[in-house]
């Protein structure tokens, strides 16, 4: 059964500070890695989406990259502003109609 | 202006009743889905469909119940059997010929039973 984890589960840094974000799933054998950002009371929204084939993708200040084989995935944020401050979760689809969802990490950007 | 709209945005209900929340999408998008967050757990499926008329248990079904007669709309009702139903609900939607499998979320539905 595919689980996926979420460390550290609350992040502090002072504005500016490059910063990474983890994720952990215990089967390989999944379609895609999906990355969204919520800011409180707030719906999802999708920051990165890796294919299962490729290894990173990049978007402005963030970066996120796949190991399949380790099942590991990083989402990396540079320069970190106050506006980044939000819940980040990851969530890998495991079959065609099956996306399991971490439980996030709440990151704080102090200014 | 495309997206997925959830009415209402905060709901109140007495333990007991049943209360229906709504999910409607412009995206023309064949699948949509809901969801239940708790704080610090990710979020759980209670149902999908694929297709109008037609729709499947998700991990977390019991207590719920769903309707999808029309393409845009899928509304969730949480019955009275559901133990524990205060809770953040998010709808979603996916356009299954979007090989990209990627969902997209509405703004959400914060449920508080006392």
């Known amino acids: 059964k595919q689980e996926v984890t979420q460390i550290p589960a609350a992040l502090s840094v002072p504005e500016g500070e490059n910063l990474v974000l983890n994720c952990s799933f215990t089967d390989s054998a999944i379609y895609n890695l999906q990355w969204f950002r919520q800011d409180p009371g707030k719906g999802l929204t999708s920051l990165l989406l890796i294919q299962s084939s490729q290894r990173e993708q990049t978007s402005g200040r963030l970066n996120a990259s796949l190991d399949k084989s380790s099942g590991r995935s990083t989402l990396y944020i540079a320069a970190s502003q106050p506006g980044d401050s939000a819940t980040y979760l990851c969530?890998?689809?495991?079959?065609?109609?099956?996306?399991?969802f971490g439980p996030g990490t709440s990151l704080s950007v102090i200014p | 202006d495309g997206g997925i709209t959830q009415s209402p945005k905060y709901l109140f209900r007495k333990e007991g009743q049943n209360v229906t929340l709504s999910c409607e999408q412009n995206l023309n998008h064949d699948a949509m889905y809901w969801y239940r967050q708790d704080p610090g757990q990710g979020l759980r499926l209670i149902y999908y469909s694929q297709i109008v008329n037609d729709f499947q248990k998700g991990d977390i079904a019991e207590g719920y119940s769903v309707s999808r007669e029309k393409k845009e709309s899928f509304p969730l009702t949480v019955t009275s059997a559901q133990k524990n139903p205060t809770a953040f609900y998010l709808c979603?939607?996916?356009?299954?010929?979007?090989?990209?499998?990627?969902?997209?979320f509405g703004p959400g539905t914060r449920l508080t039973v006392t």
């Open positions: 969530a890998v689809k495991t079959s065609y109609d099956k996306v399991i």
């Open positions: 979603a939607s996916r356009d299954l010929a979007d090989l990209s499998y990627e969902q997209y």
